[in-house]
């Protein structure tokens, strides 16, 4: 065991495992606690991406474009281009190409929070959090937090909903919903067995893709702020053991070396749970 007072490699990385909250969480579904580090994080980055969209659109001329404008106009035509290869509907892809580009460039800047060193925030925050009376604990990454990852699937959900319905009409999904995949029967007995279990899997599918949606980020952005922590604690032993200065360079490797393979991997979270949606909500504009 440790000594009393002293600060285990487990105990430091509980700290940085624990939300700041509104209260403490007495059952482990209970939806009344809200994470106040995600929601805070994720809607300034939310709003720092709007703007600079915003900015990018009026900032935009027929001319030769700045690197600014060239690296917007990339990303619009990027997500264009796939908007246009999974929903044929025109009209729709006037709401969904945005909405799509926008989530793209959120989501980047939600897991680009993990590229920040681990303690640099958490440290401010421990210097004047409590002194302002509030809780010591923070944590930056929105997308390593399951309900903001779920929120954001569940939303991808209701969307899903929304078309099925505007484009099919209520009477045509309810139809789809009883009669695929497995289709339907001239005999009532069977028809309503085979209603009853097309609707049983189309509700599993549904489920299954949200589910699936949001812990494939969660997961990707939970594991390689492990990963940070980790590296962090190499530079921890560097500075208190007398011979750490292997485990300083140590440090400065693997957390290079994650750094740089991280960029790679929080695009392509990104990029991922952006084409996801867009398939899902082009399944929605099809009939089975």
Known sequence: MAAEGTLTAGDYIRHHLVHLTNKKQESIVDFSVINIDSVVVSLTLGILVCFFLW???RQATAGVPGRFQAAVEILVEMVENQAKSVIHNAQSRKLIAPMALTVFCWIFMMNFMDMIPVDLLPQIWHSAGPAMGFKDYLRVVPTADLSTTLGLSVS???????YNIK???LGGWTHELVTAPFGTSKNPVWALLLGVVNFLMQMIEFVAKT???GM???GNMFAGE????LIA???GYAALSLGGGLFFVGHLIAG???TLFHILVITLQAFIFMMLALIYLGQAHDAH
């Open 55 to 57: 900015r990018a659109a």
């Open 156 to 162: 991808v959900l209701l969307l899903c909903v929304f």
């Open 233 to 235: 604690l190499l530079g």
């Open 226 to 229: 492990l990963v940070f922590m």
């Open 216 to 218: 494939r980020l969660f």
């Open 256 to 258: 290079t070396v994650w």
């Open 211 to 213: 589910v699936s949606h």
């Open 167 to 169: 484009i099919k009409g």
